[in-house]
């Protein structure tokens, strides 16, 4: 499985962006993909994660500001990133994960908020 994530970039606090990341190659059934972030000096941090069927959960650092979502006839996972603050500030990755315990990840995409 390969994954190609995009999207990320120098935005001032208080705007959005929108993350994706696109899998390719055997995609299984059962699978869920996340985004996770890594700021300087701090440990990676799971953001967020949807399953197959759509059920999400969140870091509670970004609950109600970021929506993460997917399209699976394009097998892609989005992260809408709302009301951005210059704590989000961080290389983010994609990953794919199947029910067999194989985890994939996409090269890390930086997102800067700074006014």
């Known amino acids: 499985v390969q994954l190609q994530a995009s999207g990320g970039g120098l935005v001032q606090p208080g705007e959005s962006l929108r993350l994706s990341c696109a899998a390719s190659g055997s995609i299984l059934r059962l699978n869920w993909m996340s985004w996770y972030r890594q700021a300087p000096g701090k440990q990676h941090e799971l953001v967020a994660t949807?399953?197959?069927?759509?059920?999400?959960v969140y870091a509670d650092s970004v609950k109600g500001r970021f929506t993460i979502s997917r399209d699976n006839t394009k097998n892609t996972a989005y992260l809408q990133m709302n009301s951005l603050k210059p704590e989000d500030t961080a290389v983010y990755y994609c990953s794919y994960s199947e029910g067999s315990g194989d985890t994939y990840w996409g090269q890390g995409t930086q997102v800067t908020v700074s006014s």
């Open positions: 949807v399953t197959q069927g759509g059920g999400t």
